[in-house]
């Protein structure tokens, strides 16, 4: 194994963490953003269900006035059937007395009904009042649990960060370039191991020659897959092996941690 590999190696495992909290990082946005959303849908109810009652209470006015008005045609009329000189006009007064009282009743018939839906959106206003405060209660909860998980990733990401300059600093600065090179374009992982006889990162078959090469005791050439283009290493038990890489793994340009 060429002599700076086993660095590489251990870079590539920190940088294998790196990936995996900078992804973890770069989820707590939108779980906050869930959290706040529940807290808007829960206050929006509030917001319609005054509406509601709001509505409610104007069309009681209303109808409150229309039975005023037309109890007061009628009596208006009684008051003229003293006054009237004929039969016919008698009769068109208690038609126009009759017409009023059923309109005054058909008033009130519609106040009730808005009473009664009154009701029904003050109790639903007292309902999405009483969920705001457990939603909110519970949104507390939630922004605690994820600040915490947060501020422990931060903490983790610098670690990670710390270790990595440490390895970086075993390997010569042209071997790190190359690396970050390779890496960049593949998610982050430069190195790949051999399984078997494939490239352990894409797969493709590995010439028996080339595994050879790679297994022999005091060789120091790097060699490459030549199809994906990260540097084959054979593992090698005195070294810890690099992690697998994370299903998701993001490309470098993602590697910046989110603010929250
Ligand atoms: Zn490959």
Redesign the pocket.
């Known amino acids: 194994m060429h002599p700076h590999l086993k660095y590489l190696i251990e870079l590539q495992a920190v940088d294998f963490r790196l990936i995996e909290i900078r992804e973890r990082l770069s989820k707590f946005p939108k779980r906050l953003a869930e959290v706040e959303a529940r807290v808007t849908s829960a206050k929006q109810q509030i917001t319609a269900a005054k509406d509601a009652l709001l509505t409610a209470q104007k069309e009681r006015k209303t109808y409150e006035m229309d039975v005023e008005q037309w109890k007061e045609r009628a009596k208006k009329y009684r008051n003229q059937s003293g006054e009237v000189k004929t039969n016919e006009a008698y009769k068109a007064l208690l038609h126009e007395i009759q017409n009023a009282e059923d309109e005054a009743a058909k008033a009130e018939d519609r106040l009730l009904e808005r009473m009664v839906s009154g009701e029904e959106f003050d109790r639903q206003l007292k309902a999405a009042e009483a969920a705001v405060k457990e939603v909110e209660a519970q949104a507390n909860k939630e922004r605690h649990t994820i600040q915490a998980e947060y501020n422990a990733a931060q903490k983790e990401l610098a670690a990670a960060e710390a270790a990595r300059a440490a390895a970086v600093a075993s390997v010569p600065e042209d071997l790190v370039d190359h690396y970050e090179r390779i890496a960049k374009r593949h998610g982050g992982v430069g190195l790949?191991e051999i399984r078997g006889e494939?490239?352990?990162?894409?797969?493709?078959h590995?010439r028996p020659h080339m595994i050879q090469l790679l297994q022999r005791d005091g060789n120091e050439e790097f060699y490459?897959?030549?199809?994906?283009?990260?540097i084959?290493y054979y593992p090698d038990h005195s070294v810890s092996p690099a992690a697998p890489p994370a299903p998701s793994a993001p490309d470098s340009s993602a590697a910046s941690s989110p603010k929250i």
Do not use: D, P, S, W
Not at 198 to 204: A, M, S
Not at 224 to 230: G, K, V
């Open positions: 790949a494939g490239c352990g990162q894409c797969g493709v590995i490459h897959c030549e199809t994906c283009t990260r084959l």
